[in-house]
Structure formats: structure tokens, C-alpha cells
């Protein structure tokens, strides 16, 4: 699915509820507000929103029934909220901010923060999986604001969700009188939970991720390559000598693949420029050299222009003296032919070296092109020339082998796709609520953090009131133009 069918879905989608709308509004008046007013629903334009109090009493019941537990458990989330992920996220910004509009400074081991778009730059179709995985990461959210009411007997007036085009948000409406009635770090607490929910959801995800293939190796088999499962629509792997759907790959340019981390390595190491070793023997009766001609971009073509599966392949000089021989000679040989069998690599860290008796070969390629060989089970290997960025972004894998066909029809990869977007939604949720920013929680963390410090000083209303403002003005005015910016940048760099 690509991005224009999944905005013409949404538009179509908005369409139709709307033209519902606007059709019982005017022909069924009073039924019909009556319905919206039972059922909690109010629809505008792009957005429709849901509220009901059905579960208040059940929060306030589950709250007071874990009593104990929830005190200390909310308590811990208020001291990691303040002293640990507040100025992390601040130190995440401030040196993004640096990194991205000051080109001279610098700074290692920042976690890469980026928009998440379906069709963008993540698939079209992982839109159910993004739907779910944030709409989990705001509720839990949520759930963490109004159990940490409840436990400060605050009053849960209702709960909801409210969806803009795509995007989930639940929400819990509180008595603001019981809450602006409550001490300073009680308040905290209440706007500190749902963030602190949000960091434990994203450790929960992330400890089930990294547990999935012992949790599922009762029904499915790993380790012993990766699966091809698809592609997308522009994947040049796909054509008559490329990959196939189903094919189990085990190696790329010798670099053994066992699961699908070994999958990014291996499309990693890719990039490194190798020969193959080959036999001189094998070279004096398949060499195909024709006259020697240099392109405009200095890489030196050997074969002729028709020959589509020969390559020029240059002699590399071995660190051994014994075995050189003189750098500049080229061969046009097939290098399918070349790999029929396990073929050895030789790469400049290695001196270019080979066993005796056998010579380094090279294929002679310009700057931004690599061959890359594939090699598959059962099957005979799939050369590429191009580029490894392209079997990483048009190529989907699946780790996981059923051990009977009953199991075939779920794979867990997509239960870790869903625990990746948990995690990236959870913590990205978290830190824009932590940051000073109007709206967010950060807004009453930072009001309440100044209230405390205000106390301390023995200052009045007027310093909490102008330091607050000052404050949240600058976090709003550092947070909305880089989220406009990470969009932005998705939008026009992102390509998934």
C-alpha cells in the first residue's frame, strides 16, 4: 500500500462519516444528538473524539485495591521522571538542536530522534501496526494519570480518545479544583505517572523483543538464515535473476547470516570493497579480454558492451612477493562462474592476499557501485550490482521458520514489529510530555518544580508566575519548530 492510497483511505474515510454527520444532523435532529450525546462520540473535520465515565469506577477501584503497591510504584516513577529523564530529554534536544543547526560542533552517542511517517519514511503498510502501537503507548499513558488521581482522590470526570487523520490520543479529564487542592509533590506525582508509564511500557517492549525467539522456539525454528517474504513495488531484486518470495538466505559476500541482525551487519559490511580469489588456471580459459578503454569516471572497461554478465576484473597485488603480479592487468571473466563453488574473499585490510596459486581479482566498479553476492539455500547464489542500501530498504526478511505448517499462517516478526513502534511511540510520547512545552505535562511539571523552588526562596506568586511563562515560552519555542523540522526533513528525506 503505498502513500496516496493510504491518504485517499483516510480522506475517504472522513468523507463519509462526515456526509453521515451532516445528513442525521439535518433529518434526524433530536435522535440523532441524543445518540452522540449516549454514546460519548463528536466528529469534526479530520477528528472524531470518544469520552464515556464507564470506567471511573473501575480506576477508582483498582487504584485503591493496589494501594500500597501503586504509592511506592508511582513514587519511583516521580524521582526518575525529575532527576533522570527530564534532563536527559533536555540534553537530547539542546544537542540535536546543536548538531543539526550548528555544522561545526559535533557530539557522539546522541539517540537519533526522527518523524515517523506511514508511506513516508516507514511502509504504507505497517499503518495498522503504527495505529495500534500508538494508541497502546497514549493509553497506557493515560491509565498512568488517572490511577495516580484516584490514589490522591482526585475526581476522574471521564476518559477518552481523540483521533486527528491517523493519530490516537487518549485523554483523562480531571476535577482541576481537587487537583490544584492537593500539596505540590502529590501533584508531581499525578503529572509525572503517565510519563513514567511510558518508560516502563518502552522497557517492557524492549525486554520482549530481545526475549521473542526464546519465547517462540517451542513453535518456530531460528538461526539458520533469514527468509525472503517480500518486496516493494520499485525492489530492482525482483526480476528474473533476482531474489523469489521464499527464498532462505544464508550469506552475503561470505558474511554468514543467521538471524536478522546478522542481516543488517552483513548489508553493512557490504560496503567494503572486496576481489575474489581465483585460480590462474581458471583465468586462462575464461578470460574474454577485449581492447582496454577508460570511462569518463576512470573505471576501466575490459569486456564487450554487449557481454551483460562478464565484469572486468583487476589483478590486486598480493603483500608476498612470490605470488604478485603487476597491478594494471585485467581480465574479463563471469563472475557467476567465478562463486559456483564457496569462493574465497581477499580485501585490502587482508594485503589482498590469496591461498598459492591463485590471484586476487577485483571487479573494476566506479564509486558508488558494489557487487554483492547473495547466496541462498538450495538455490545458486543472486549477484547485485548496486548498491546494499537497496536489499535493506525493498527487501523484507523474516528470521522465524515454523516448525509445523499449523504455525504458518503468524510469524513473530510481526509481533517485534509491533514492539519496536510500542517502544519508539512509548518514548517519544514521554519525552515530548516531559519537555516545557505548552500543552504537555511538562507545562505543570515545570509550574509545580518552580512552585518548590519558589517555596525554598521564600519568593511569592509573581516569581512562580513570570519564571513559568518564561520557561514554557522558550521550551515551546525550542519543541514546535524541530517537530516541524523532523517532519519536514521526513517528508523530504524520508524514504523508507
Not at 444528538?33 to 471511573?56: D, M, Q
Not at 581465483?278 to 577508460?294: F, G
Request: aromatic share 16%; proline share 4%; charged share 15%.
Amino acid at each position: 500500500m503505498s502513500f496516496a492510497i493510504l491518504c485517499s483511505f483516510v480522506i475517504t474515510f472522513y468523507v463519509v462519516i462526515w456526509f453521515f454527520d451532516s445528513f442525521f444532523k439535518s433529518c434526524m435532529h433530536y435522535p440523532y444528538y441524543a445518540f452522540l450525546e449516549g454514546t460519548g462520540l463528536k466528529i469534526g473535520i479530520l477528528n472524531f473524539t470518544w469520552t464515556t465515565t464507564a470506567f471511573n469506577r473501575f480506576l477508582y477501584r483498582w487504584s485503591k485495591n493496589l494501594t500500597r503497591i501503586l504509592r511506592k510504584w508511582y513514587t519511583c516513577g516521580y524521582i526518575f521522571t525529575i532527576w533522570i529523564f527530564l534532563p536527559f530529554a533536555i540534553w537530547t534536544l539542546l544537542t540535536f538542536i546543536f548538531e543539526h543547526f550548528y555544522e561545526t560542533i559535533q557530539i557522539n552517542n546522541v539517540p537519533e530522534i526522527k518523524a515517523m511517517l506511514p508511506g513516508v519514511n516507514i511502509p504504507a503498510s505497517d499503518f495498522w501496526v503504527y495505529f495500534l502501537a500508538i494508541g497502546f503507548s497514549t493509553v497506557f499513558h493515560e491509565l498512568g494519570h488517572a490511577l495516580a488521581a484516584a490514589q490522591e482522590d482526585v475526581q476522574l470526570i471521564s476518559v477518552g480518545v481523540y483521533v486527528f487523520t491517523i493519530i490516537p490520543i487518549a485523554f483523562v479529564q480531571m476535577n482541576s479544583d481537587h487537583l490544584n487542592s492537593l500539596s505540590v509533590t502529590k501533584r508531581l506525582k499525578i503529572f509525572c505517572a503517565g510519563i513514567w508509564h511510558n518508560i516502563a511500557t518502552a522497557f517492557v517492549a524492549l525486554l520482549l523483543f530481545f526475549s521473542a525467539p526464546i519465547l517462540f522456539n517451542i513453535a518456530y525454528e531460528t538461526g539458520i538464515g533469514v527468509k525472503i517474504t517480500g518486496f516493494t513495488d520499485d525492489s530492482p531484486l525482483t526480476d528474473e535473476r533476482g531474489l523469489i518470495q521464499g527464498d532462505v538466505v544464508y550469506s552475503i559476500n561470505s558474511c554468514e547470516i543467521k538471524n536478522a541482525n546478522d542481516w543488517i551487519y552483513c548489508l553493512h559490511m557490504a560496503h567494503d570493497r572486496f576481489g575474489i580469489c581465483t585460480s590462474a588456471e581458471y583465468v586462462s580459459q575464461n578470460d574474454e579480454i577485449m581492447m582496454e578503454t577508460i570511462r569518463e569516471n576512470d573505471v576501466v572497461e575490459c569486456c564487450r558492451k554487449d557481454d551483460l554478465y562478464s565484469f572486468c576484473f583487476e589483478y590486486m597485488e598480493p603483500k608476498v612477493v612470490a605470488d604478485s603480479v603487476l597491478p594494471g592487468q585485467y581480465s574479463c571473466l563471469k563472475p557467476r562462474d567465478m562463486i559456483k563453488e564457496k569462493f574465497t574473499k581477499c580485501t585490502e585490510p587482508g594485503g589482498f592476499s590469496c591461498p598459492r596459486g591463485m590471484h586476487c581479482l577485483r571487479p573494476s566498479l566506479n564509486n558508488h557501485t558494489y557487487l554483492i553476492v547473495i547466496e541462498r539455500k538450495d538455490k545458486e547464489a543472486v549477484l547485485y550490482l548496486g548498491l546494499p542500501y537497496d536489499l535493506h530498504k525493498t527487501v523484507f526478511i523474516d528470521q522465524y521458520f515454523p516448525r509445523m505448517a499449523l504455525f504458518s499462517f503468524f510469524s513473530p516478526s510481526q509481533f517485534e514489529k509491533l514492539l519496536r513502534y510500542v517502544f519508539m511511540f512509548s518514548m517519544g510520547i514521554g519525552f515530548l510530555n516531559v519537555v516545557p512545552c505548552y500543552g504537555m505535562d511538562g507545562h505543570h511539571i515545570t509550574r509545580s518544580l518552580i512552585q518548590i523552588l519558589a517555596k525554598y526562596l521564600n519568593k511569592n506568586g509573581d516569581f512562580v508566575t513570570f519564571f513559568t511563562v518564561f520557561t514554557v515560552v522558550v521550551g515551546t519555542g525550542v519543541t514546535v519548530p524541530t517537530l516541524i523540522y523532523l517532519f519536514y526533513q521526513a517528508v523530504t528525506l524520508g524514504v523508507y
